[in-house]
């Protein structure tokens, strides 16, 4: 039994799950060792990205980053248990211009409806991740188009979560964190030049370290609630 204000164990009773985010790595930056744990007790997880985020490695021509992006994207879903071909899909929207309108909406609400997941886990979309932190723009607009693609929709999911700080929901990691990190250091060329003095498993590590919140005695990885279907 959860304490007051301590955040309630994320739901095990689904079976399949989508995560819905803007860019490449971006399931790596908090949730992928709580996906790690799920795929190992053989829940379905299938990510979906709106772009191949093809502006996101300084001095490289899109045209070159977005494949390279793809591919990690690929290899790092693979290590976590999701399936790297049938379970990882980019739409091409473009990044960082990823904006709230019909186009986005409808196509989010396609997937869904498609692939009919008990669980939708989205890209946190508040304005800051703490005081002083901003989030990305592209982040706070598509966590808000999947909530009204969501709202818009006459049957849903379960449940609609998003991953992030603040969490209303844990999921018990401990674990899964060297997998974690193994995850996110699969955006190698990605890591490498975003922080060229950090070796790319010491930045992995932070940021996993950063994203799995220490409660007492253990690790999670946090989730917020912000849809449910349960009466």
């Known amino acids: 039994m959860s304490a007051p204000n301590e955040p309630l164990p994320f739901p095990a009773d689904w079976a399949s799950m989508l995560v819905l985010v803007p860019h490449p790595d971006d399931p790596e930056y908090g949730i992928a060792a709580a996906v790690a744990k799920w795929t190992a007790a053989g829940k379905r997880v299938r990510y979906a990205l709106a772009s191949r985020g093809e502006r996101g490695i300084a001095g490289m021509d899109p045209q070159q980053a977005g494949p390279l992006r793809e591919a990690e994207q690929r290899r790092a879903a693979a290590i976590v248990g999701v399936d790297p071909v049938a379970g990882v899909e980019f739409w091409d929207f473009p990044d960082s211009n990823i904006v709230n309108k019909p186009a986005l909406r409808a196509k989010i609400a396609s997937v869904i409806a498609h692939d009919r997941p008990d669980v939708v886990v989205a890209v946190y979309g508040a304005p800051e991740f703490a005081p002083g932190m901003p989030n990305q723009r592209d982040h706070i ?8 693609a969501w709202d818009a929709m006459a049957s849903t999911p379960r449940w609609l979560f998003q991953g992030g700080p603040g969490p209303s929901h844990v999921e018990d990691v401990d674990a899964y964190l060297d ?10 060329v990605y890591l490498s030049v975003l922080d060229p003095a950090t070796a790319v498993p010491e930045q992995a590590r932070k940021v996993v370290d950063m994203t799995t919140s220490a409660l007492p005695g253990r690790r999670v990885a946090g989730f917020r609630l912000i849809r449910s279907a349960e009466a």
Do not use: N
Not at 141 to 148: G, K, M, Q, R, S
Not at 179 to 188: D, K
């Open 141 to 148: 607009e598509f966590a808000a188009a999947v909530t009204d």
């Open 179 to 188: 997998t974690a990190v193994e995850s996110l250091a699969a955006h190698e």
